[in-house]
Each structure stands twice: as structure tokens, then as C-alpha cells.
């Protein structure tokens, strides 16, 4: 096997005294993952009702869209919001003040393409969870003098939403993951942050594995929350809520994440 050029008290050091540096990467991770994935929830239920619309225009541009974003790489879209918006001229994500705090143009950006990108996902997601309400309900409370959007509000939505929480979990999972993009764009989260140390130590192999430790770390702490979430709402569970979790699991089982 050669030469082992391993450096383990390096390695124990950085997984077990971790610098500022390193912990800033992961914070930001997680707080860039959280921020998308709430704008793509409400991008994505936008979306979901645009699909669902009376009106066959609006249909069509809600096709177009998940046909878009989830066709194209979500690290194409990064460049393409990031360099080619700035490159065309269209804008050129100039920093914003917000008091003390200071939003970059790469932080803008990456915000952005994450969010559209889980919009289309979540748009599907909400889409079949309202789908799978029974249409009776819609018109019971149509019949008692609701508008369609009250009964949207009122009666459809509260129930999706509880059968939404199972894949909403697993969204926010390949969040979490999908950050690491976020590097080519220049944001220093837990990847980008490892890259620059790698840069400076050339402790590759000790320098990833830590990296993936983390990442496991915080996919498992997403995990347990995700558990005790839908154990919470899983107390009085509707039918169709049963019957979505069950084609859910299962499609995910033949067809693997994305």
C-alpha cells in the first residue's frame, strides 16, 4: 500500500477542536439551508396552486416552471443566477445593509438559485398532498358559502400541510447537501470553508472526512427532529394522510433521491 501520509493528531484536532473558521462554515450552512428551503416552501405552494388553477394559462406556467428547475442541474442554475445574470448585465448583486448585518452578492445569489430550485420540488410535493384531500371536502365547505380560496385557507391547506412534513423533512435533507454547490460561487460554508483550509494545511484526506462528519452530523440531527415532528403530528392522522406517506416511501425506495 506505500507510504501512508497520514496525519492523525491533525485529524483528531480539527474533529474534535475545531477552529472558529470551521464552525462559521457549518453555521452558515445551516443557516443558508434553512432560509432556502423556507422560501422554497412558500415559492412552492405558489407554484402548487398555479398548477391547480381553473385557469389553463396559469396551469401551463406552473408546468413550465417545475419542467425548468427541475430539469436543469441545480449547479448550472448557480452559475446562471450567480455569473450569468452579473455577466449579462441584468444585475449585479450589489451588497444590502441590513443595519448591522451585510447580505453579499454571492450570498444573494445563492439564496436565490436554491430556493427556485426547491420551489419546483416542493410545488410537486404540495401538489399531490392537496391532491390527495378528498374533493368532497372543497365542496362542503363550498356549499356553506366559503370562497374557494377561505376553503383553501381553512379546510384543504391545514390537512396537506400535515401530510407534506414526511418529504418536507427529506427536502431539507438534500438542502442541507446540496450547499456544498455553494462553493463555486465563492461562500465559504462548510465545504467552501474545508477547501480553504485544504488550501492552506494540504491535509485533504483528513480535512474531507471531517467535512462528511459533519454533514452526517447535522443529516442525523435533521433526522431526529424530523421523527419527533411527524410523531407529533401523526397523533390523529387523516386517511389520505396514511395512503400519500405509503406512495411517498415507496416511490423514494425505487427511485432514490435525487
Given at each position: ?16 477542536n475545531?477552529?472558529d473558521?470551521?464552525?462559521y ?19 412552492g ?5 398555479l398548477?391547480?388553477?381553473?385557469k389553463?394559462?396559469?396551469r ?5 416552471y417545475i419542467w ?9 442554475q448557480?452559475?446562471i ?14 451588497d ?21 430550485h426547491?420551489a419546483?420540488?416542493?410545488a410537486e410535493i404540495?401538489r ?9 371536502q372543497?365542496d362542503?365547505?363550498?356549499a356553506i ?8 385557507r381553512w ?8 401530510i407534506?412534513i ?6 431539507f435533507?438534500?438542502?442541507i447537501?446540496?450547499t456544498?454547490?455553494?462553493a ?6 462548510l465545504f467552501?470553508?474545508?477547501q480553504?483550509l485544504?488550501a492552506?494545511?494540504?491535509?485533504t ?8 462528519i459533519?454533514?452526517l ?11 419527533y415532528?411527524?410523531a407529533?403530528f401523526s ?18 425506495l425505487?427511485?432514490?433521491?435525487r
Open positions: 500500500m506505500g507510504n501512508l501520509n497520514l496525519d492523525i493528531p491533525f485529524f483528531l484536532e480539527y474533529l474534535f475545531p477552529p473558521i470551521l464552525l462554515g457549518v453555521w452558515l450552512t445551516i443557516s443558508i439551508a434553512f432560509v432556502a428551503q423556507f422560501l422554497g416552501v412558500v415559492g405552494l405558489l407554484i402548487a396552486l398548477r391547480m388553477s381553473q389553463w394559462w396559469l401551463e406556467l406552473g408546468k413550465l425548468i428547475f427541475r430539469g436543469v442541474p441545480l449547479l448550472v448557480l452559475v443566477v450567480y455569473t450569468g445574470v452579473a455577466a449579462a448585465g441584468l444585475y449585479k448583486y450589489p444590502i445593509n441590513f443595519g448591522p448585518f451585510t447580505l453579499s452578492g454571492p450570498m444573494q445569489a445563492a439564496i436565490l438559485a436554491l430556493s427556485l426547491e419546483a420540488y416542493m404540495f399531490a398532498a392537496i391532491s390527495s384531500i378528498d374533493r368532497g372543497f362542503a365547505a363550498r358559502g366559503m370562497s374557494p380560496l377561505k376553503a383553501m379546510i384543504i391547506l391545514p390537512q396537506a400541510i400535515r407534506v414526511p418529504p418536507l423533512g427529506n427536502e435533507t438534500l438542502m447537501k446540496g456544498s454547490l455553494l463555486i460561487i465563492g461562500i465559504r460554508e467552501g470553508t474545508v480553504q485544504n492552506a494545511t494540504f491535509r484526506f483528513e480535512l474531507f472526512v471531517i467535512a462528511a459533519w454533514y452530523i447535522l443529516i442525523s440531527i435533521m433526522g431526529l427532529i424530523q421523527r415532528i411527524e407529533y397523533r390523529h392522522e387523516f386517511p389520505a394522510e396514511k395512503s400519500f406517506k405509503k406512495n411517498y416511501k415507496s416511490r423514494n425505487l427511485s432514490g433521491t
